[in-house]
């Protein structure tokens, strides 16, 4: 959007604020297609939990933007991830997760892959001419253990997790110092009607909680004591305890100096680690399933002092309510970006000394530069 920017009385420009990315960035295919590239295979993604993958010769498997991955503890303890193909004629290789024996075996001729990824044997090799099984083996992922995640990036140059999200496993501990012993418990999938974008910007901006979250913001926040920390590539929102209290369930303050509140690390470009009260695990990914489709997973952990009953209640509660209710806002977001009487919006980045991150945009502007830097020259100079 081409703005006049007016001069005020002493002829310096006046402030003008800032812009959201223009509708078409949500909303173009190509755009889209670029974004899966550029971005998501080039940023840590959840590739499952980590103790399914915790003896040597286990596996799981995963899908990364449409790229089939596994990862598998080796005979040597090291976690490793590989494209998940064949590499004779492209069969996949494994399926869900499990225990292997001694090698990756194909299903398809019977190559067998050793735990590291190399080739250790084709049927009927020796009878070909120049084969040199030493020159194969799969093609490999980074992986890292995250707590109890298991994450993988494709992008072989990446920064390591803890380069690209500076002090979030340090801060996870200090906040939750009994995070390790939460477990997965439960998977709740929604499927959004939105771009990825609108998903994460929704999920990163409290601008909309008190207005639309009555519940959140009356039984699990304070958006009175409520702050946001920016990052490089990530952000944390933090918020002290609800004001009556957590009433939905029961906590125990002596899991950790911070049992009653709240924090939240969302990391580049479509996570979140969540610690709700009473140190409840929570992650949110949001992929990316079409330009107007996004796939929600909230995954949910629990410590063995929350009772299966009370972790049923918890998640149904933030079903029924905090997760509905950004279901439909997501959508009827996408609906107007659609609309031609739209393109750009105003974010409300508050200036104040005293700012209210509760009621501001703090993290957009953030967001987009990450996602012009993400995209390029070409895209950096059409936004
Ligand atoms: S495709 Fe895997 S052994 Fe042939
Ligand atoms: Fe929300």
New binding site residues.
């Given amino acids: 959007m081409a703005m006049a920017q007016p001069a005020n009385d002493t002829g310096a420009a006046a402030p003008r604020p800032q812009f959201t990315l223009p509708s078409r960035c949500y909303t173009d295919p190509d755009i889209f297609n670029a974004e899966l590239q550029r971005i998501f295979r080039k940023s840590w993604q959840i590739a499952g939990n980590a103790p399914d993958v915790a003896e040597p010769g286990t596996f799981l498997t995963c899908n990364i933007v449409g790229q089939d991955i596994a990862v598998v503890r080796g005979r040597d303890g090291t976690l490793r991830a590989f494209y998940n193909v ?6 996949r ?1 494994m399926t869900g997760k499990g225990n292997l024996k001694v090698t990756i075996t ?6 067998a892959y050793g735990l590291d990824g190399r080739l250790r044997g ?1 049927p009927n090799a020796e009878n070909v001419p120049g084969f040199d099984a030493d020159r194969v083996s799969l093609v490999p992922v980074i992986v890292e253990e995250v707590g109890n995640l298991v994450m993988v990036n494709l992008d072989v140059d990446a920064l390591d997790f803890d380069t690209a999200f500076p002090n979030v496993r340090d801060e996870l501990a200090a906040f939750a110092p009994r995070l390790g012993e939460t477990a997965f418990h439960h998977r709740c999938t929604a499927e959004l009607d939105c771009n990825w974008k609108v998903a994460i910007e929704n999920y990163s901006e409290c601008y909309h909680c008190r207005h639309a979250h009555p519940s959140l913001t009356t039984n699990l926040l304070n958006p009175d004591v409520y702050d946001v920390h920016l990052h490089d590539r990530h952000m944390r929102h933090h918020s002290g305890p609800a004001a009556g209290g957590i009433s939905l369930y029961q906590i125990d303050n002596a899991i950790s100096p911070h049992a009653q509140e709240l924090s939240s690390w969302i990391l580049w470009p479509n996570l979140a680690l969540q610690v709700n009260p009473g140190t409840n695990f929570v992650v949110f990914q949001f992929l990316p399933n079409g330009v107007d489709r996004t796939i929600a997973h909230v995954d949910w952990y629990f410590g063995p002092w929350v009772e299966t009953a009370e972790r049923d209640r918890i998640i149904e509660d933030h079903r029924a309510t905090t997760l509905q209710e950004d279901i439909d806002l997501v959508a009827n977001v996408q609906i107007g970006l659609g609309n031609d009487g739209y393109d750009r919006g105003v974010l409300m980045v508050d200036a104040s000394p005293a700012r209210r991150p509760d009621t501001a945009s703090i993290p957009s502007p953030i967001m987009q530069d990450l996602w012009r830097d993400a995209m390029g020259e070409a895209f950096a100079r059409t936004f």
């Fill in positions: 064949c590499q004779h004629r492209g069969h290789l194909c299903p398809y001729h019977a190559w084709a």
